[in-house]
Nanobody, 120 residues
């Protein structure tokens, strides 16, 4: 499966952004899609994941209550709605398949990343 992330940009502290991830390539997602992020000089970290079959979600503690992951199985899209953004949320965000687990190693396919910048 091929993934393409989009929707990044500049937001002010306390603002919102919605990221999108399009899955294509003729291979169906079996387990789920996750979002990860990587800030400069930091390791890539788990943000959220969603089960493709039943929509069950999982979040990193630092984004719970502020971020919402969702999917549209018809469009093969996964979204990450981010609200109340803080400076600590600035990073390159990646979508990845095919797992629901909060670990980089469990994902085989990765999108190219989309930059999220947060200004005060």
């Amino acid at each position: 499966v091929q993934l393409q992330a989009s929707g990044g940009g500049l937001a002010q502290t306390g603002g919102s952004l919605r990221l999108s991830c399009l899955a294509s390539g003729g291979v169906s997602i079996k387990n789920g899609v996750g979002w990860f992020r990587q800030a400069p000089e930091k390791e890539r970290e788990f943000v959220a994941a969603i089960s493709w079959s039943d929509g069950a979600t999982r979040y990193a503690d630092v984004v719970k209550g502020r971020f919402t992951i969702s999917r549209d199985k018809v469009k093969n899209m996964v979204y990450l709605q981010m609200s109340n953004l803080g400076m600590e949320d600035a990073a390159v965000y990646y979508c990845a398949a095919d797992s629901q687990l909060p670990a980089v190693i469990m994902y085989e396919s990765w999108g190219q990343g989309t930059q999220v910048t947060v200004s005060s």
